[in-house]
């Protein structure tokens, strides 16, 4: 008997006041629709981030005020959807681990982070909230439509060891979406096909004939990134998305960071 993987229940949407983030807010309206699920968008104050840990209480309470506007703003320009704001304090990627362990949510939308009070981060406030999330996670930097027909969802790994959960993972996602899938191994060395080929076999019998099913297989190297390799297939596909199964082993630490903060289009990590 197959498991029955539940994803994209409850969509958590952190934010900040970064005009940034406004691909990343827009993408999660757009998924809590197609989606029909609920959408919580959590401002997360920190003054200790800010240099401000020992301010006084008005300036913690300006914290809140300016948390309360900007969840304002989200919630009274969208009318398509009820948006549930949530104010915390402390620091972010703790506080979004908490409330999805909680069940508050089991999706995050992340787009690129900066503190009100100092500089904008390009990435690694990011990374440092994958590296403390068990949920799916999509990282947006640039709004593109969400994947459907006509447009594959890029799978992108270089493990070759797939359990009934990817698998699973990746049958659910396409089907959540309507869209075909293609398959992209990068690997150091270009290994036996077999893996692929069988890969492949099962997803075209669990998808049917409603689902196009394509793999491909390359090799990063110094000269060609895999990053480069990537979004070379993402221009050629017309993919709106990069799938990571984050699964069994299935990603390196060095192809998450790559494909997180390097593609042209959204990604989104399933484990």
Same mark, same amino acid.
């Given at each position: 008997?197959? @498991? ?7 969509i @958590?949407?952190p ?9 990343a ?10 989606l ?9 104050? %920190?003054p200790k981030k ?6 006084? +209480? ?19 320009? %969208?009318? &398509? ?8 304090n402390?620091?972010?990627?703790k ?12 999706? @995050? /939308? ?7 009070? =100092? ?6 406030e990011v990374?440092r ?5 068990? *949920?799916? $996670? ?12 006509? *447009? ?5 790994f270089?493990?070759?060891?797939f ?5 699973? =993972?990746? #049958? ?6 309507? !869209?075909?899938?293609?398959? +992209? ?5 270009? +290994?036996d096909t ?5 890969? /492949? ?13 394509t =793999?491909?297989?390359? *090799?990063h ?9 990537? %979004?070379?297939?993402?221009?050629? #596909?017309?993919?709106?998305?990069? /799938? ?7 990603? &390196? ?9 390097? $593609?042209? /289009?959204?990604? !989104?990590?399933?484990r």
């Amino acid at each position: 008997r197959r @498991l029955h993987i539940i994803m994209f229940g409850k969509i @958590l949407l952190p934010i900040d006041p970064s005009k940034r983030l406004k691909p990343a807010r827009d993408y999660a309206i757009a998924l809590s629709e197609r989606l029909d699920v609920p959408l919580i968008a959590v401002f997360v104050g %920190n003054p200790k981030k800010a240099g401000v840990g020992t301010a006084s +209480l008005d300036t913690r309470e300006g914290f809140a005020a300016l948390g309360k506007r900007q969840l304002k703003q989200i919630v009274e320009a %969208n009318d &398509s959807i009820d948006i549930k704001p949530i104010i915390k304090n402390g620091k972010r990627h703790k506080i979004l681990a908490d409330m999805i362990g909680q069940d508050i949510a089991d999706t @995050l /939308v992340l787009g690129p982070f900066r503190s009100y009070f =100092s500089r904008w981060f390009t990435g690694s406030e990011v990374e440092r909230i994958l590296e403390y999330e068990t *949920s799916n $996670t999509f990282v947006v930097r640039e709004f593109h439509p969400l994947p459907g027909p006509g *447009s594959p969802a890029l799978v992108v790994f270089d493990g070759h060891e797939f359990s009934d959960n990817s698998i699973i =993972s990746i #049958e659910n996602f396409a089907k959540k979406f309507g !869209c075909d899938i293609e398959l +992209l191994y990068l690997g150091k060395e270009v +290994l036996d096909t077999k893996f692929i080929d069988s890969l /492949v076999a099962t997803l075209r019998e669990r998808l049917g004939e409603k689902h196009h099913i394509t =793999s491909t297989i390359q *090799s990063h190297s110094f000269f060609k990134s895999r990053k480069s390799i990537t %979004n070379s297939v993402i221009d050629s #596909e017309g993919a709106r998305i990069v /799938v990571l199964p984050d699964i069994s082993h299935l990603v &390196s630490e060095f192809l998450l960071h790559e494909v997180v903060l390097g $593609t042209s /289009v959204p990604v !989104c990590l399933l484990r």
